[in-house]
């Protein structure tokens, strides 16, 4: 998630985060206490962030999650952990996502972690309009908030055992898409999903498969501290 | 054990210590092939996996659990009906579903039917209740993917009641309602075991733990050691619902051959297949030659190799995820019939002694992190 930022940083004139000096720590959100909601505030906690978690409903229903399986993360009302957050990391049901509440992340960076995968999750309608990508269903209904597209490529599983320090050979590149037309690539189906590959193999095949000026950037988001 | 130690909830050694040692074996009813490895029908499939079953209770095998599947390449919509068969030429191992997609059925009719199973097999059926892969049920019968969490929060809730053998009193929205309705076959002997089978949901660990299931950690790629957490979860969550400490289990794919080499290359041809045909709509990374290393190496979910590689990696990591047993999901669609007679015969007779053997050692080599 660091490199992420500051490939951000480096790229765009007005950051993301503007108001975070260097000296504080980045607070994330994270969304979700399902199959992939911990795993990234277990990493997130690892490479130094602040984070809080939130399910649906009463945070006393994930406390006991929450201290066994990402110990050191604050677990809250989902309004109450995206008001002091950062960033916001979506990773919900994607079939709960129609009745989410927009206003609730509304000025807020939300990283969507979540797809539209049909065979797996079912059919929704809301997401069967096939001229657009996931992501760019969520910013369209998130109008408020500045919607990234990452993390939705790799498996849970491999978020874990895949973290590598930076500058490793075998360290596997993630894409983050703020063109949100271009993050369609990363989606299910596409060449990188659910693929193990290192950075130039990514390129390429992002490359090969796009026909946009300016692909989905490419990035490390595992932290430098990473095991 | 010290007293503090004892009180250590979700210690590994505790753990197996705790619980009586099962070592199992599942099949999906994977397809079979013929001696030159041609697919056979479905019907023969099914006849295979009951001399598969026969031989697993002749061999010492603990556990045969079938998987609920609807596909061409798993054909066992009926796992009950197999095991009943099963259970009639056996009188030792116990049998099981692994899993019961519960949230497609019906669980007054999943009840009767695993507990006419326990009255044929004079108490030998257990049922691991889950999700499983099998999605395709949903459509199959008429319900929605979106509404799973739902579907299987109120069937599990309503097994477990059923599971207590008293009248059942019951309103929801996935059945009709039950009023002080007396479900039979009665069960001779108390509830038979009763798991949920869980792949990486949490919140799925908490509700085992909530309605008094066991945990059954299914563990089909990556790290099994990852797991760990979740077993401590488990077992921390029993106590916060004032509940004795229940057993966890572990399911993973797998194939016993003589040697290394002849099963990883019995079982690669086929894993790939299978891996390549679901990657589009599972999201599978297609395996290489370096995933499949990884996967059969000491770190991976795959139990592939000689007996004593599969026994090594069974007690490592029964040991680093505090389980007391260990179910191998034996078979690949198309791997000839024989091949799996083998594998079963090596995992009864040298398997699972050698395991017994490591885990009775005070030293199990623990999977460095």
Do not use: C
């Amino acid at each position: 998630v660091t490199a992420d930022l500051e490939t951000r940083r480096d790229h765009r004139a007005r950051p993301l985060v503007e108001s975070v000096s260097p000296q504080r720590v980045l607070r994330i959100a994270v969304l979700g206490a399902g199959h992939v909601g911990p795993v990234i505030a277990r990493a997130a906690i690892t490479a130094g962030y602040q984070v809080s978690i939130a399910a649906s409903g009463d945070p006393e229903n994930i406390a006991l999650i929450t201290q066994v399986l990402v110990p050191g993360a604050e677990p809250r009302w989902a309004a109450d952990a995206v008001q002091k957050a950062d960033i916001v990391v979506l990773a919900i049901p994607l079939h709960k996502f129609a009745t989410f509440d927009s206003s609730q992340v509304a000025g807020k960076i939300v990283v969507d972690a979540m797809n539209y995968w049909p065979p797996i999750d079912g059919v929704q309608e809301l997401f069967e309009d096939r001229q657009f990508g996931s992501s760019e269903i969520v910013a369209h209904r998130l109008s408020g908030s500045t919607i990234v597209k990452t993390l939705n490529q790799i498996g849970y599983h491999d978020l874990e055992d895949g973290r590598r320090p930076v500058g490793s050979p075998d360290r596997r590149a993630l894409g983050v898409a703020d063109s949100l037309r271009a993050g369609r690539v990363l989606e299910p189906g596409g060449p990188v999903f659910g693929a193990s590959l290192r950075r130039a193999e990514f390129e390429a095949a992002v490359r090969a498969e796009t026909k946009w000026s300016s692909p989905a950037r490419i990035s490390h988001p595992h932290s430098r501290q990473g095991t | 054990v010290t007293t503090s130690r004892s009180a250590d909830v979700g210690d590994p050694a505790g753990h197996v210590a705790r619980f009586p040692l099962v070592l199992g074996l599942d099949t999906f009813g994977d397809l079979s092939g013929d001696a030159d490895g041609r697919p056979q029908s479905h019907a023969q499939t099914i006849r295979n996996v009951v001399e598969e079953g026969v031989l697993a209770d002749q061999v010492g095998v603990d556990f045969f659990g079938i998987g609920e599947h609807h596909t061409d390449e798993f054909p066992m919509p009926a796992a009950d009906v197999v095991l009943s068969a099963i259970a009639a030429r056996t009188n030792r191992i116990r049998l099981g579903s692994a899993v019961t997609v519960l949230s497609s059925d019906d669980p007054v009719r999943v009840f009767q039917r695993y507990s006419t199973l326990n009255a044929i097999s004079g108490g030998r059926a257990e049922v691991i209740l889950g999700r499983g892969s099998s999605i395709e049920s949903f459509p199959l019968f008429g319900f929605d993917l979106a509404d799973y969490e739902d579907l299987f929060e109120e069937k599990t809730a309503l097994f477990a009641d059923l599971l207590t053998g008293e009248p059942v009193t019951w309103k929801g929205k996935t059945r009709a309602s039950l009023r002080n309705q007396d479900v039979v076959p009665h069960t001779e002997f108390g509830p038979f075991p009763t798991w949920i089978g869980v792949g990486g949901s949490p919140q799925s660990v908490v509700r085992a733990a909530r309605l008094g299931f066991s945990l059954m950690l299914a563990i089909i790629g990556g790290s099994p050691a990852r797991f760990a957490p979740f077993s401590q979860l488990f077992q921390q969550a029993l106590e916060r619902f004032g509940r004795a400490p229940l057993p966890v289990g572990v399911h993973s794919p797998g194939h016993v051959s003589h040697t290394d080499e002849q099963a990883r290359e019995e079982f690669w041809p086929r894993y790939l297949e299978l891996i390549r045909r679901v990657s589009k709509t599972r999201g599978f990374a297609i395996p290489t030659k370096e995933s499949f290393a990884y996967e059969t190496g000491p770190r991976g979910a795959l139990y592939v190799g000689s007996p004593e590689t599969v026994a090594q990696k069974i007690a490592a990591n029964l040991t680093a995820l505090g389980a007391s047993r260990f179910d191998l999901k034996y078979g690949m669609p198309e791997l000839p019939h024989h091949a799996l007679m083998t594998n079963i015969e090596l995992y009864g007779t040298q398997v699972i002694p050698r395991v017994r053997e490591l885990l009775a050692q005070e030293a199990i080599p623990a999977l460095s992190v």
